[in-house]
């Protein structure tokens, strides 16, 4: 019995020991001077959530704003709600999936095309066609149109442009007047992030400067005057973010002019360079030989190099000569880079100085991305950088951010609002997202 | 003499003080004692403690003893509020010793099996660093022949020579995501071997003081031949060749100590022991893969140890013939330099203080229980190369049992 005793006593020590652990003492989460209670996100494809060239749900579980949202809820944030696709939806507009490497190492994308939530295509005359999709009628907190500008904001037949954007409006295409702004601003809110703007160079950018323009300056300004006046009339707070420098993002670095014409003098040793469609001034283009510094988006099909085209001279190899250069949809060159950044630069210090008169947050999101391009990141073991796929921060579609991607950003947002505003909104586990998926 | 003890105790804030994953648990009675046991002269443990020391010992020994280990370390990483806690597993450091002469001989000989390094850790696989690591579980075990000469009444000497047999468990994530966004694992198991020393020698001084000197070489355990394992999604598996091996080579540290034993009167002994470790020769710790790819190349991560000290002070009484209380305590200080600690070993400046209690149960025969509280300090830490970055605390809970069989 008394031995009986004994081991009970050193059974329950040992339980006891079990049972302690240490803690490391944090300062209780605050909200520092501002109201967290409902926290709205405003913003184009980055905002939703977008990712592997489409919208859908697995990605917008994973936007930036959902994972500040969430992280606020600790700071007095209310219900973070966004516009979801439903899980017999999933898919949403479909995007693409990595499903292997060809033998020379390059991945294999293909696009998944079941569960969509596409409602139907409607034809705009002198426009175009605008995919709809399934309506979503509960509240909102992410505001995030994947394609929308700065532009747009107060143009009030967007609502028929924009098939995300009609998704969220109460009536249907091409009945909509209700402008972005006015649809955000019908419900009050407490704080805000904006990341409007990128869409205003991007755009022209990803079109090989072909395919849009970008915002005059002066519009911008004046729009974004428009846009934070709004937002910050009945005194909210807010966080907003600059617009990333295009030539960052792996669309622009990955197939580079080099490694096209080495593909290319493997077969033929006699072709001395590509040709391109190249910005002289103005509008006016000239055929050049391509250099180093003319980039080419990721959509290039680099099986077009070499093939046949008609021209009055006769029937000439594809991007091989001056009279048959590379089509200007699929390259961004050099002046047109140059145009690009400078009028990147310009819109960022409209926000920065808009920010800083109305004595809101900034997530620099220029530098930020600038400074993992150049140097890369570590982060909890992991090296992330900016390289397509392997680089584990943008998802297939080289434009767009894996979670890990949005994990990272929102932690920059926090770190941004937390330094503003003397709050200590937690930030977030990035070991918990994953980069790109692999088969 | 007190000019000596002046000199080391003014010397040692000036160091660091430093325990990395040594684990200093050799004998029950010394433990109770704050791990002194370099100076005095108590039990077949001075194979460990002191060779030198053995040829001086009343009697023969038998004996062995396990300090069950409870490590329990925490991570909150910076700017979150997210406790990250190692799971409860139970680290198993054990002694074992015997010690043979005939009566009144002038030698005697000895043979030790202890653990004095060692590591298990286990932070799981959902922890903000598990890309840094998940688990390691890190063993050495030491075989230790000994000779131990007493050159005259008041001076004896000895040595032995230490086989290591060593073993490492190593996994942690990779960051590469598999369709359903799991991540990939490696998984680093192997077990390899090292050869050592251990001499001392051991005083007793006309003042009734007892001082002994000793020096456990550094083992360089090499484990070749280790199995190295990764689960990565099929389309990668080329670039993590499998089956494929390892080899590692961890240089296990020299240290030196010298303790002094005081004897107040016949109930009491004090005891006091400054250890001196190595640290310094730990500078990387690296892997090399029998196969290579582009991707998985071989590892080296700079650790760069510090050479480290540690003070340690303690006493026993003895109550009644059968009966002694022990009790003692210690300040050890990090060999780990800021900007390298890493979850393998969340080390920090360290406190621990000990009871112990020893009773004669039969003719010939001694339990003794031990147990320790040791106390990390909380350390923040980036990590330089993995950029972990957050704070650490830690605490060590040891309760210890033996039986020695003396003669």
């Known amino acids: 019995m008394k031995t009986f005793k004994l081991h009970i006593y050193i059974v329950a020590g040992l339980l006891l020991l079990g049972a302690c652990k240490p803690e490391v003492h944090t300062p209780k989460p605050s909200s520092g001077t501002v109201d967290f209670s409902r926290f709205i996100s405003l913003g184009n494809s980055l905002t939703a959530g977008y990712a592997d060239g489409g919208l859908y749900l697995?990605?917008?579980?994973?936007?930036?704003?959902?994972?500040?949202?969430k992280q606020m809820q600790s700071v007095g944030g209310g219900a973070f709600t966004q516009p979801l696709f439903s899980t017999a939806q999933a898919n949403g507009s479909g995007y693409l999936s990595l499903t292997g490497f060809n033998a020379d190492g390059t991945p294999v994308t293909t696009p998944v095309t079941t569960n969509l939530a596409i409602r139907g295509v409607l034809p705009v005359p002198g426009f175009g066609n605008v995919t709809l999709y399934t309506k979503y009628t509960g509240d909102i907190n992410n505001y995030g149109v994947p394609g929308i500008k700065l532009m747009h904001i107060t143009y009030a037949p967007y609502g028929n442009l924009n098939g995300y954007f009609e998704r969220l409006l109460p009536g249907n295409a091409p009945t909509n007047s209700t402008t972005y702004l006015d649809f955000v601003m019908s419900k009050p809110f407490t704080f805000f992030s904006n990341w409007l703007g990128n869409n205003d160079a991007l755009s022209y950018a990803t079109s090989g400067g072909a395919g849009d323009v970008l915002t005059d300056k002066n519009t911008f300004a004046a729009l974004y005057n428009v846009l934070i006046n709004t937002l910050t009339a009945k005194g909210q707070k807010g966080v907003v973010a600059t617009v990333p420098d295009v030539t960052s993002i792996p669309y622009f670095n990955t197939i580079t002019v080099s490694a096209i014409l080495a593909g290319v003098q493997k077969a033929n040793p006699n072709a001395k360079a590509l040709y391109i469609n190249a910005l002289v001034s103005g509008?006016?283009?000239?055929?050049?030989?391509?250099?180093?510094?003319?980039?080419?988006?990721?959509?290039?099909?680099?099986?077009?190099?070499?093939?046949?085209?008609?021209?009055?001279?006769?029937?000439?190899?594809?991007?091989?000569?001056?009279?048959?250069?590379?089509?200007?949809?699929?390259?961004?060159?050099?002046?047109?880079v140059a145009l690009t950044e400078d009028y990147v630069t310009s819109y960022n210090t409209t926000i920065k100085s808009i920010a800083a008169a109305k004595g809101l947050a900034v997530f620099d999101a220029y530098t930020f991305l600038q400074n993992v391009k150049l140097n890369g990141l570590v982060i909890n073991g992991v090296s992330v950088n900016s390289n397509y796929i392997s680089g584990g921060l943008f998802s297939l579609d080289g434009v767009h951010l894996t979670p890990r991607g949005y994990a990272i950003v929102a932690n920059e947002f926090i770190k941004a609002i937390n330094d503003k505003y003397n709050s200590s909104i937690p930030q977030v586990n990035i070991s918990d997202y994953n980069g790109v998926k692999f088969p | 003499m007190r000019k000596i003890l002046l000199l080391v105790l003014t010397a040692a804030p000036l160091l660091a003080f430093s325990q990395g994953f040594q684990v200093n648990l050799g004998g029950q009675k010394q433990i109770g004692m704050g791990h002194t046991g370099t100076g005095i002269v108590q039990d077949g443990a001075s194979v460990f403690f002191n060779p030198g020391a053995v040829a001086m010992l009343p009697e023969n020994y038998i004996q062995g003893g396990i300090s069950p280990l409870l490590?329990?370390?925490?991570?909150?990483?910076?700017?979150?509020?997210?406790?990250?806690?190692?799971?409860?597993?139970?680290?198993?450091?054990?002694?074992?010793?015997?010690?043979?002469?005939?009566?009144?001989?002038?030698?005697?000989?000895?043979?030790?099996?202890?653990?004095?390094?060692?590591?298990?850790?286990?932070?799981?696989?959902?922890?903000?660093g598990k890309y840094v690591l998940e688990s390691l579980d890190l063993k050495a075990i030491y075989i230790q022949p000994t000779l131990s000469i007493k050159l005259a009444d008041w001076m004896s000497i000895g040595g032995g020579f230490v086989y290591n047999h060593g073993s490492v468990d190593l996994t942690r994530a990779i960051p590469l995501a598999n369709s359903s966004g799991d991540a990939?694992?490696?998984?680093?198991?192997?077990?390899?071997?090292?050869?050592?020393?251990?001499?001392?020698?051991?005083?007793?001084?006309?003042?009734?003081?007892?001082?002994?000197?000793?020096?456990?070489?550094?083992?360089?355990?090499?484990?070749?031949?280790?199995?190295?394992?990764?689960?990565?999604?099929?389309?990668?598996?080329?670039?993590?060749p499998q089956p494929n091996t390892f080899s590692s080579t961890i240089p296990l540290p020299a240290t030196n100590s010298?303790?002094?034993?005081?004897?107040?009167?016949?109930?009491?002994?004090?005891?006091?022991?400054?250890?001196?470790?190595?640290?310094?020769?730990?500078?990387?710790?690296?892997?090399?893969?029998?196969?290579?790819?582009?991707?998985?190349?071989?590892?080296?991560?700079?650790?760069?140890?510090?050479?480290?000290?540690?003070?340690?002070?303690?006493?026993?009484?003895?109550?009644?013939?059968?009966?002694?209380?022990?009790?003692?305590?210690?300040?050890?200080g990090t060999a780990v330099l800021?900007?390298?600690?890493?979850?393998?070993?969340?080390?920090?400046?360290?406190?621990?203080?000990?009871?112990?209690?020893?009773?004669?149960?039969?003719?010939?025969?001694?339990?003794?229980?031990?147990?320790?509280?040791?106390?990390?300090?909380?350390?923040?830490?980036?990590?330089?190369?993995?950029?972990?970055?957050?704070?650490?605390?830690?605490?060590?809970?040891?309760?210890?049992?033996?039986?020695?069989?003396?003669?």
């Open chain 2, 258 to 332: 010298i303790g002094f034993g005081f004897y107040p009167d016949s109930k009491w002994i004090l005891a006091m022991d400054v250890n001196l470790v190595n640290w310094d020769s730990y500078k990387t710790l690296s892997f090399d893969y029998k196969n290579n790819t582009a991707v998985l190349q071989d590892t080296h991560s700079a650790r760069n140890y510090q050479q480290a000290f540690s003070l340690r002070g303690g006493a026993q009484y003895k109550a009644t013939d059968k009966l002694a209380l022990r009790f003692g305590g210690g300040y050890g």
């Open chain 1, 58 to 69: 697995a990605g917008q579980q994973v936007s930036y704003p959902s994972i500040i949202g």
């Open chain 1, 283 to 336: 509008s006016t283009y000239a055929p050049r030989a391509a250099t180093p510094n003319d980039l080419i988006v990721l959509t290039f099909p680099a099986s077009k190099i070499g093939q046949p085209v008609a021209t009055p001279v006769g029937n000439l190899p594809y991007g091989l000569t001056p009279y048959t250069p590379i089509d200007n949809q699929y390259v961004l060159d050099e002046k047109e």
């Open chain 2, 338 to 407: 800021d900007g390298y600690v890493t979850p393998e070993v969340p080390d920090a400046n360290r406190v621990y203080g000990t009871l112990g209690l020893g009773y004669t149960v039969a003719k010939h025969l001694d339990i003794d229980i031990s147990f320790e509280y040791e106390h990390l300090m909380q350390r923040t830490q980036t990590n330089i190369e993995s950029q972990l970055s957050g704070t650490f605390k830690t605490d060590v809970y040891i309760p210890g049992i033996s039986l020695a069989y003396h003669w």
């Open chain 2, 184 to 240: 990939g694992q490696a998984r680093l198991k192997g077990s390899g071997k090292g050869y050592g020393w251990n001499a001392g020698v051991y005083f007793k001084t006309e003042a009734g003081i007892t001082i002994g000197i000793t020096h456990r070489s550094q083992v360089n355990t090499t484990i070749s031949g280790g199995n190295a394992f990764f689960t990565v999604p099929a389309s990668l598996q080329s670039s993590f």
């Open chain 2, 71 to 128: 490590f329990k370390s925490v991570f909150n990483p910076a700017g979150t509020s997210i406790q990250d806690h190692t799971s409860n597993k139970v680290a198993t450091p054990f002694h074992a010793y015997a010690v043979w002469g005939p009566k009144s001989s002038f030698w005697k000989l000895g043979l030790g099996v202890y653990t004095p390094f060692g590591g298990l850790t286990d932070w799981g696989n959902t922890w903000q």
